[in-house]
C-alpha cells in the first residue's frame, strides 16, 4: 500500500515500538501483538508517531502525520495481512530459534560473543570491538552502561534488520535468523553438527575458514579449497577479522590470511576437530 511504502522505503527507518510491534518484548503470542495494534488510536499513533522526532520530522512522517487515521488503518490490514500468510513459517522456525538460543547463550558462556556480534548483519555493524550505530540515530546513548544487550532473532528476511539503541533499561537487536534458508527453501546448505561448537558459533564457512588459516591460504585458494566464490570467502573473511580473528598479512605481491592470536585461542576452545 502507498500509505505504508511511504514510511517504510527508506535505508533508516525510525518507527514506534507499538508499529514496530516491540513495545512489549516479553510477549510470546502474536495473537496479544495484534490486539495491542489494533487498541492503538489515530490519537496515541500520531503522538507516538512524533515524538520520534521531536526537533525536525523528515519528509516521510510529515506525510504519515498528515492522515494518521488513513495511515494506522492501512497499516493495521497489511500486519494483519502478513501474518496470516506468515504464521506457518515461523511455526517451522520455531526449531530454528531454539538452536539460535543454543548459539548465543554457549557463545556468552564461553566469552565468544565477538563473533556473534560481527555476523548480525544488522543496521549496528560491529567493528574493533565496538557496535557502531548509523548516524541517524544520534539521540541514542554512548554506552551500553547497565542496560541489557538483548538479541532478537527475525525470521522475516535474509537482510532484515532492527534495533532500540535509547531504552533506558536494554538494548536490542534484531538480525536475521541464521538458517532461514533451511525452512525457505532458499539455502542449500546442510545444518551445522550438534557437537560442532565452532561451527555452531561461526557457521559452517566461516569455521571452515578458520580451520584452515594455519597454512596462511591467500583469498584465491582459501574459495577454491572451500569451493565458493572469491567474493564470498572476502565477505567472511571481513566478518572474522572484524571479530579480531583474522589479520591479513603481506607477503610480497601477495596477501596471506592468518588467525590472530585470538582467533587461534577460539580455534581451541571450540573446535570439535583438531585445528589442522
Not at 532484515?160 to 532458499?186: K, Q, R, S
Amino acid at each position: 500500500m502507498p500509505l505504508v511504502r511511504t514510511l517504510l522505503s527508506t535505508a533508516h527507518v525510525v518507527i514506534p515500538d507499538s508499529l514496530a510491534l516491540t513495545s512489549e518484548l516479553r510477549s510470546t503470542k502474536m495473537s496479544a501483538t495484534l490486539d495491542q495494534l489494533m487498541s492503538l488510536s489515530p490519537d496515541e499513533f500520531a503522538d507516538d508517531m512524533a515524538a520520534q522526532s521531536p526537533v525536525s520530522l523528515p519528509p516521510a512522517l510529515r506525510r504519515v502525520l498528515d492522515s494518521p487515521r488513513d495511515y494506522l488503518t492501512a497499516y493495521q490490514h497489511v500486519v494483519t495481512s502478513v501474518w496470516e500468510a506468515f504464521e506457518p513459517l515461523w511455526k517451522r522456525a520455531d526449531g530454528l530459534i531454539g538452536r539460535e538460543m543454543e548459539r548465543v547463550g554457549f557463545a556468552t558462556v564461553t566469552g565468544s560473543l565477538a563473533p556473534v556480534l560481527a555476523g548480525l548483519n544488522s543496521k549496528v555493524p560491529y567493528r574493533d570491538g565496538v557496535l557502531q550505530l548509523p548516524p541517524c540515530d544520534p539521540g541514542a546513548p554512548a554506552e551500553l552502561g547497565n542496560r541489557r544487550l538483548m538479541f532478537m532473532p527475525l525470521a522475516s528476511g535474509h537482510r532484515a534488520g532492527l534495533y532500540d539503541a535509547v531504552h533506558p533499561e536494554h538494548f536490542w537487536i534484531g538480525y536475521p535468523l541464521p538458517g532461514l534458508g533451511h525452512i525457505t527453501g532458499t539455502s542449500p546448505d546442510s545444518p551445522a553438527p550438534a557437537d560442532d561448537a565452532l561451527v555452531l558459533i561461526l557457521g559452517a564457512i566461516r569455521a571452515a575458514i578458520l580451520r584452515q588459516l594455519t597454512r596462511q591460504p591467500a583469498v584465491g585458494e582459501l574459495a577454491r579449497s572451500l569451493h565458493i566464490s572469491p567474493s564470498t570467502a572476502t565477505y567472511h573473511c571481513d566478518q572474522l577479522a572484524a571479530a579480531g580473528l583474522l589479520e591479513r598479512e603481506r607477503h610480497g605481491q601477495h596477501v596471506r590470511l592468518r588467525a590472530t592470536a585470538r582467533g587461534m585461542a577460539f580455534l581451541e576452545l571450540l573446535s570439535a576437530t583438531p585445528a589442522d
